[in-house]
């Protein structure tokens, strides 16, 4: 690495550090955390990352995350290979006649699809900050959308949609949501 690049990082580093100190320092009369607490979160998360996450074995734990995005990837395309992929993008609107799919990932899970965007999310090899920060705000808006959602699939299907969610219990992640 040149020193121009080093000095560059350097630089961008401490000014992004400025720029959170100065929007700690200026919200009026928010609770700010004491000193000490601070002090050894930060240092705790500074350790974490440079003895544990620095070893082999995390370094083994980081490449498996590999196959979560595998296990995404294998099934996104077994949901997608279900349903109709003109109406999945918007570009047809609902039939009136269409059938409930209930067989293949939707026989473990209500929402396989949003399943398989959380693990490729989560399955990141390399969990960069903007990916760390992505994830869970992705998974969250899922999170939150799924009711919405059902709610216009109990206004399609009616009655077949409430046996269909007394049958697969799990709205994303079996055995947990």
Known sequence: MTQA???FGVALFMSAIGYLGWWWWRLPDAPLWPA???DTLL???FALHHSVLARPFAKRVVERLGLLQLAGAALGVLTVRRINLRELGGLETPQAGVTLEATGP???VRHPLYLAVVLLLA???QMTGDR???APLATFYIVVAIPFEEAGLEAQFGARYAE???VVRWRLI???H
């Open 132 to 134: 760390l920060l992505f």
């Open 164 to 166: 269909y969610r007394r």
């Open 36 to 38: 000490p607490l601070r």
């Open 174 to 176: 079996p055995y947990i």
């Open 43 to 45: 240092f705790s998360a």
């Open 123 to 125: 399955g990141s090899a």
């Open 106 to 108: 939707y026989r473990l």
């Open 5 to 7: 690049v080093r000095a």
